[in-house]
Nanobody, 117 residues
Framework: QVRLVESGGGLAQAGGSVRLSCEASGAIYGINEMGWYRQTPGKQRELVASITVVGGSTNYADSVQDRFTISFDNDKYAVYLQMNRLKPEDTGVYYC??????????WGQGTQVTVSS
């Protein structure tokens, strides 16, 4: 089992920045990939960015490319999402996600990000 604890988020103005953090605990050495998903009312949860634990390969949604940066701290087993040049459409609940041995998937509790215009 893996536990994911998120922090960060809150209210920001358009053009501003927010940083999200997610720290993993438990069976962390079975994690291959960590990522951030976003959910807005009436829409499915969508991938924002992901990163492999080994090698640090990243993947971004087109809508956040060149504005958001995902990173991984191997010492803390934490993943971060630096969100710059925020837009109102970035508003949503952001969830941290990870796999365990590519068989099981875990979610954080979610953190709200609200971007005002």
């Amino acid at each position: 089992q893996v536990r994911l604890v998120e922090s960060g988020g809150g209210l920001a103005q358009a053009g501003g920045s927010v940083r999200l953090s997610c720290e993993a605990s438990g069976a962390i050495y079975g994690i291959n990939e960590m990522g951030w998903y976003r959910q807005t009312p009436g829409k499915q949860r969508e991938l924002v960015a992901s990163i492999t634990v080994v090698g640090g390969s990243t993947n971004y949604a087109d809508s956040v490319q060149d504005r958001f940066t995902i990173s991984f701290d191997n010492d803390k087993y934490a993943v971060y999402l630096q969100m710059n040049r925020l837009k109102p459409e970035d508003t949503g609940v952001y969830y941290c996600n990870c796999d365990l041995n590519r068989r099981y998937y875990y979610w954080g509790q979610g953190t709200q990000v609200t971007v005002s215009s």
